[in-house]
Structures are given as C-alpha cells and as structure tokens.
C-alpha cells in the first residue's frame, strides 16, 4: 500500500503536489442505522448494527478518529460523505425527512470536527420534495455541505418525474450538485436482474442508475434546469461506454419505435458531457478510466473510493500506478473535486 506506507508522495515518484480526495465515501448516523432495524422492505437488505454486516456498520457509522485513522493508513486527504444507501429513501415520508435532518446534522457535526478532512453532501427525502428542497437549502447554506445526495429510486419513482422538480429547483439556484448513488432496484427490475452476477453492484445497480441518468434526459430535466450538475459513480455506470449507441439509435429508432418522441431538444450525449460528472468509485481498470477520461472530459472524472464498501487504499494505488501525468492525477483526485463541489 504506497499510499500508507508514504503519504506524502504520489506512487513513490516524489512529491505530491496534490491532496487526494475520495468523493463517494459511504456513513450511517446511528438514527439511521437503528430504523434500519425496525424496517423491513421486501428485496431490500438493510444494514443492522447487529446484522450479517456489523461489521460494515461499525464503519459506516465511524465519523472520528477511527475513520480519519483508515485514511490515514490509506493516504486519503478528504472524504466527501455520503448517506449510504439506501439511506431514508425507504421510510414514510415523516420519518425519512426527519431522518435526512438528523442525519445531516450527524455528518455537519463530524466535519466541523475534522474540517479539513471530512465534507458531506445533503440527505434528501424525495418522498417530500418540497422538504427536500428546504433541507438541500439548509444543509448548503447553514450546514455547509457540498450538494445532495439522492440514493437512486425512491419506491419505484424516477427523479424525472415533475412532482419531484422541486429538488432540481433548489440545486440550480444553489449551484448544488446531485449525487445520484446505487441502491437495490425496484421490484420489476429486481426480478430479471437477479442474482450475484446479474443482480447487486455487480451489474443491476449499475444499469438502474445509469438508466435514472438516461430518465432525467428523456424527461427533459436539462431542458428545464441547464445548469443542473448530476454526478454519478462507478465510472459513470455505464454510460461512456454505450454513448455513440445511445445518440444513433435515439436518432435512428424513435420514429420506427417510439412515434417520433422528440422528449429533449438536444443529444443524449449533449446533456451527457454537458450536466453530468462520474467518480471512479470501485472501478480500478485503466482502459474504462483512460476510455471515461477521452469520451468525457478529463475535468469530469473524480476520484472515488468507495470506503467502506470498497478498499480505499487499493483505489489509491490504482490511480497512482496508471500512466498519468502529475497534472492529470492533480485534477483527478482534487482539482475537479475542488472545483465540482466547492471544497
Ligand atoms: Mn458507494
């Protein structure tokens, strides 16, 4: 682990002019994590404190010491947290908007703690869309945090929905982005993509987000809020790799197949190199990063490692071991971030 053996240099070449920072990093407050143990969602598991992954939320629910210790060992500057998934997105509607609240307050309190280490992003209830909206303004404003974050589908609704157009309202005017993070697909979805290898992060995860992504631009949301920023992990979830594919056919099949539906005024791919930034989160493959960097822009793509779900340092590693110069990694691992979410 090069990262933890010496932090102060990239992939042992000297060093670091930059800071490495990780911005899809996962964490629980405890209120979250104890309804979790009241709830039950059919196809949905939900991580317990005392469940078959203790483990994992004994870390997720770790904001001090113990959490800067592991990024520490990992060579890991910042994490931008995240309210891991499925967060409150699958509790009534009071309940998961007290819940976002609460845990906001959690994570604002653990960066005021470590403000130069920790940085969170805004739980959101879309049950409420209006409290939603109010809580992206608070967490942004008195919180200080750096956007939201929605963990995918809520019961089955798709963000381009127009009921849910308040929330894209707020992040426009506060210039916040919107983490759209993985979380178990609905149940029609569940059904076929069934399994470890076509179900889970493997392979549904992916798909449901990038498909929520393709949503949001047949919906026309970018039409509507042009300077709306959505960020998705995982190298994007798929969607630089089929982009050629999704513009020809669109372009090609919507007469034969959808009666001419023009939903949005532009390419697919225009909203998508245009209101769309990835992270790299559990992607450790030089030839997708090298591919997401030449389809996307090299200032869209950011660092992501994914903790606890993933290990920090092993992301670390990759990236300092790809062919890239100090400036790429610089913008990889902090200017973009700097830049993306005002860090
Ligand atoms: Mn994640």
Redesign the pocket.
Same mark, same amino acid.
């Given at each position: 682990m090069g990262g933890a053996a010496d932090p102060d240099t990239g992939g042992g070449t000297g060093p670091r002019p930059y800071r490495r920072i990780a911005c899809?990093e996962?964490f629980l407050s405890p209120a979250v994590l104890a309804a979790n143990a009241r709830t039950s969602v059919a196809g949905i598991p939900l991580i317990t404190a005392d469940g078959p992954a203790a483990g994992l939320a004994r870390l997720l629910v770790d904001v001090g010491p113990g959490r800067i210790a592991r990024m520490d060992a990992a060579g890991v500057d910042v994490q931008l947290l995240?309210l891991? #998934?499925p967060g409150v997105q699958v509790f009534d509607r009071e309940t998961a908007v007290a819940l976002a609240a609460d845990a906001n307050d959690w994570a604002a309190d653990a960066c005021a703690r470590f403000p130069a280490r920790l940085a969170a992003l805004t739980a959101i209830a879309p049950q409420d869309p209006v409290a939603a909206a109010r809580e992206l303004e608070r967490g942004v404003s008195r919180l200080s945090m750096k956007g939201a974050l929605v963990n995918s589908h809520t019961f089955g609704e798709y963000l381009d929905q127009r009921t849910f157009w308040p929330i894209f309202e707020a992040a426009e005017a506060l210039d916040a982005p919107i983490y759209i993070?993985?979380c178990e697909p609905p149940a029609g979805m569940r059904e076929i993509m069934a399994g470890p290898v076509a179900g889970g992060p493997a392979w549904a995860y992916g798909v449901e987000v990038g498909t929520h992504v393709l949503r949001l631009i047949g919906g026309g949301v970018f039409d509507r809020f042009p300077r709306l920023r959505i960020v998705v *992990?995982h190298m994007g979830e798929s969607l630089p790799f089929w982009l050629p594919r999704i513009d020809n056919r669109y372009l090609a099949m919507r007469g034969a197949m959808f009666g001419g539906a023009r939903p949005m005024q532009r390419l697919p791919s225009d909203y998508i190199r245009e209101n769309l930034w990835i992270t790299t #989160? *559990?992607m450790n493959y030089w030839p997708q990063l090298r591919m997401t960097l030449e389809v996307l822009a090299p200032d869209r793509v950011l660092y992501a490692g994914?903790d606890p779900?993933e290990d920090q340092a092993e992301a670390v590693d990759f990236i300092e071991a790809m062919p890239l110069s100090v400036e790429q990694k610089t913008a990889l691992f902090q200017d973009n971030a700097v830049r993306l979410f005002g860090l």
């Open positions: 899809e996962g995240l891991a #998934s993070h993985p *992990g #989160s *559990g994914d779900f």
